[in-house]
């Protein structure tokens, strides 16, 4: 095979990723104390050695962007996200918020169904919105009689988990990538051992260490290779890929709870735990066997020197690219949450029960869409842009269409407009995280973890402040119909968060113009 046979992407991503080699039947654990990582030159210099000598066999690559074994990943990937967020994350912030109200609030709010509802669990199961825990835990024996923090705190340790540990993954990866494959198998036993060992918990101490610390951590080294190998499979279409994998969070936000409230009217809580951990671990399990990375997986003796856990050169956690996304993704996480966990509520209130129902499907579909449709435009035009249009529109919605909203045709078109715009936006850290690492794909999880680690910091944050501000509205109008039921400073509060990520796309603009030019 001559040297022609590969474009310059190939060897660079050879170059970067330690590519293993085998001369003469000998890998380089046998031949040399060190892992051998080749240069884009010495790539050239080793195929043409090969045709000259035929001492050397380079294992062919698989395509990026195309093939089966690339969107094998990508359907893998879908279904872990689905398993992992799809079923936690609203559960977590929706722990979290239930501490930051008082009763008085908690009335009202449950009155259109997002907490406790009705006693079967239909009205919760009708807006799709509220998690099992909230409902079972704070209303029957034995958590009903703990205090609304301590429950609160099983859904704020397993969301802060992970969303941290992923970007400690990503070093640990690096140092050791043979631990791979034996890694994510670990944390889907893990997952499954803690969620379905939670079945047996009868005091909130328990909770904790199960569905928060064990599910917290299952999850997040579950989901890891997502991270990891996405930019491995994907380059030109690396945003489109994303964006179907990401919105396996709304398929799943969507379905899981019509799901989670049916089982707990036939089998009750216990058994719904059990049979859950069970379908999703091998939900799970499944998609573990797509998730294969590209590249030879190096291997090292016991002799060899690994890498450093932390590179010498992290130039991609340093760049002003870097740190302006980074703000950017916070302060749209502070804008999309607020509404996610909200917007039922107050449709129910400003029109009645299936409106609601119908307003959050929209939102959860248009969310779905969002992330295809944006993630794809992020392959095809400067991903600042697209940020920015996102970001605006998002805004524009929130404080005129939900701001002055008082009736249901207002909130069918906020529904839409916000739940696509806002709720594609996280399509667009893919290729940003790949632009921070400056060509080199093994930094890209780094950057992309290091952006999900402040996300999660606006996923918790953002529903205890407008937990707080509803609480402060106390259900009256700020004046000339806008911020109806009380609404109003959340409003605010949520389409100001926007406009900060559109200024702070604006400033991602301008540092990738800096970066791109270095």
Same mark, same amino acid.
């Given at each position: 095979?001559?040297?022609?046979?590969?474009?310059?992407?190939?060897?660079?991503?050879?170059?970067?990723?330690?590519?293993?080699?085998?001369?003469?039947?000998?890998?380089?654990?046998? &031949?040399?104390?060190?892992?051998?990582?080749?240069?884009?030159?010495?790539?050239?210099?080793?195929?043409?050695?090969?045709?000259?000598?035929?001492?050397?066999?380079?294992?062919?690559?698989?395509?990026?962007?195309?093939?089966?074994?690339?969107?094998?990943?990508?359907?893998?990937?879908? =279904? +872990?996200?689905?398993?992992?967020?799809?079923?936690?994350?609203?559960?977590?912030?929706?722990?979290?918020?239930?501490?930051?109200?008082?009763?008085?609030?908690? #009335?009202?709010?449950?009155?259109?169904?997002?907490?406790?509802?009705?006693?079967?669990?239909?009205?919760?199961?009708?807006?799709? &919105?509220?998690?099992?825990?909230?409902?079972?835990?704070?209303?029957?024996?034995?958590?009903?009689?703990?205090?609304?923090?301590?429950?609160?705190?099983?859904?704020?340790?397993? +969301?802060?988990? $992970?969303?941290?540990e992923s970007f400690v993954l990503a070093f640990i990866l690096g140092k050791y990538p043979d631990f %791979?494959?034996?890694?994510?198998?670990?944390?889907?036993?893990?997952?499954?051992?803690?969620?379905?060992?939670?079945?047996?918990?009868?005091?909130?101490?328990?909770?904790?260490? @199960? #569905?928060?610390?064990?599910?917290?951590?299952?999850?997040?080294?579950?989901?890891?290779?997502?991270?990891?190998?996405?930019?491995?499979?994907?380059?030109?279409?690396?945003?489109?890929?994303?964006?179907?994998?990401?919105?396996?969070? !709304?398929?799943?936000?969507?379905?899981?709870?019509?799901?989670?409230?049916? @089982?707990?009217?036939?089998?009750?809580?216990?058994?719904?735990?059990?049979?859950?951990?069970?379908?999703?671990?091998?939900?799970?399990? @499944?998609?573990?066997? !797509?998730?294969?990375?590209? %590249?030879?997986?190096?291997?090292?003796?016991?002799? $060899?020197?690994?890498?450093?856990?932390?590179?010498?050169?992290?130039?991609?956690?340093?760049?002003?690219?870097?740190?302006?996304?980074?703000?950017?993704?916070?302060?749209?996480?502070?804008?999309?949450?607020?509404?996610?966990?909200?917007?039922?509520?107050?449709?129910?209130? =400003?029109?009645?029960? &299936?409106?609601?129902?119908?307003? +959050?499907?929209?939102?959860?579909?248009?969310?779905?869409?969002?992330?295809?449709?944006?993630?794809?435009?992020?392959?095809?035009?400067?991903?600042?842009?697209?940020?920015?249009?996102?970001?605006?529109?998002?805004? &524009?919605?929130?404080?005129?269409?939900?701001?002055?909203?008082?009736?249901?045709?207002?909130?069918?078109?906020?529904?839409?407009?916000?739940?696509?715009?806002?709720?594609?936006?996280?399509?667009?850290?893919?290729?940003?995280?790949?632009?921070?690492?400056?060509?080199?794909?093994?930094?890209?999880?780094?950057?992309?973890?290091?952006?999900? @680690?402040?996300? !999660?910091?606006?996923?918790?944050?953002?529903?205890?402040?407008?937990?707080?501000?509803?609480?402060?509205?106390?259900?009256?109008?700020?004046?000339?119909?806008?911020?109806?039921?009380?609404? !109003?400073?959340?409003?605010?509060?949520?389409?100001?968060?926007?406009?900060?990520?559109?200024?702070?796309?604006?400033?991602?603009?301008?540092?990738?113009?800096?970066?791109?030019?270095?």
């Amino acid at each position: 095979m001559s040297a022609s046979h590969y474009d310059q992407r190939e060897l660079h991503e050879m170059s970067a990723s330690a590519v293993t080699l085998k001369i003469n039947g000998e890998t380089p654990s046998r &031949l040399s104390d060190t892992p051998m990582t080749l240069s884009a030159p010495s790539s050239m210099a080793t195929l043409r050695a090969e045709d000259t000598h035929k001492s050397a066999n380079l294992q062919k690559l698989a395509p990026v962007d195309k093939g089966v074994r690339a969107w094998t990943f990508c359907a893998a990937g879908f =279904v +872990l996200e689905m398993m992992v967020w799809g079923f936690g994350f609203r559960w977590a912030y929706t722990l979290v918020l239930f501490c930051s109200l008082d009763s008085k609030l908690m #009335q009202t709010v449950d009155s259109y169904g997002i907490f406790q509802g009705c006693a079967s669990g239909k009205l919760s199961a009708t807006f799709g &919105l509220t998690d099992y825990r909230t409902d079972y835990y704070t209303s029957h024996p034995p958590f009903n009689t703990s205090s609304g923090v301590a429950i609160a705190a099983v859904g704020t340790v397993a +969301l802060a988990l $992970q969303y941290g540990e992923s970007f400690v993954l990503a070093f640990i990866l690096g140092k050791y990538p043979d631990f %791979f494959r034996l890694g994510m198998w670990i944390g889907l036993v893990l997952y499954f051992g803690s969620l379905f060992a939670s079945s047996y918990a009868t005091q909130v101490w328990q909770l904790i260490l @199960l #569905q928060g610390v064990g599910v917290g951590i299952g999850g997040g080294i579950l989901y890891m290779p997502v991270i990891k190998l996405l930019p491995e499979w994907f380059s030109e279409r690396r945003g489109l890929a994303g964006g179907i994998i990401f919105s396996g969070t !709304g398929v799943g936000g969507f379905v899981f709870p019509f799901l989670l409230n049916y @089982l707990l009217d036939k089998v009750g809580l216990r058994w719904t735990l059990r049979i859950w951990a069970i379908g999703t671990s091998a939900c799970s399990a @499944l998609a573990l066997f !797509g998730m294969r990375s590209r %590249f030879p997986t190096p291997k090292y003796a016991s002799t $060899q020197r690994r890498p450093k856990l932390i590179p010498p050169h992290l130039d991609c956690l340093k760049n002003s690219l870097f740190w302006t996304s980074v703000f950017t993704n916070t302060m749209q996480g502070l804008s999309y949450f607020p509404v996610s966990l909200y917007i039922a509520s107050f449709t129910a209130g =400003v029109a009645n029960e &299936l409106t609601a129902t119908v307003v +959050l499907s929209l939102f959860n579909i248009s969310a779905v869409i969002g992330q295809i449709v944006l993630g794809h435009l992020t392959d095809r035009f400067p991903y600042p842009s697209i940020m920015v249009c996102s970001a605006t529109g998002s805004a &524009l919605a929130a404080f005129f269409l939900w701001g002055f909203a008082d009736t249901a045709l207002y909130l069918y078109f906020f529904a839409v407009i916000f739940g696509c715009l806002s709720g594609g936006f996280s399509s667009t850290c893919t290729n940003t995280a790949a632009e921070c690492a400056r060509g080199r794909p093994e930094y890209v999880g780094m950057a992309f973890s290091g952006m999900a @680690l402040f996300k !999660g910091i606006s996923a918790v944050v953002g529903p205890i402040i407008s937990g707080l501000l509803l609480e402060a509205g106390n259900g009256a109008s700020l004046g000339h119909g806008f911020g109806r039921l009380g609404y !109003g400073a959340v409003e605010i509060f949520v389409g100001s968060c926007a406009l900060a990520t559109g200024m702070g796309s604006v400033a991602v603009a301008l540092a990738r113009r800096r970066v791109l030019a270095c």
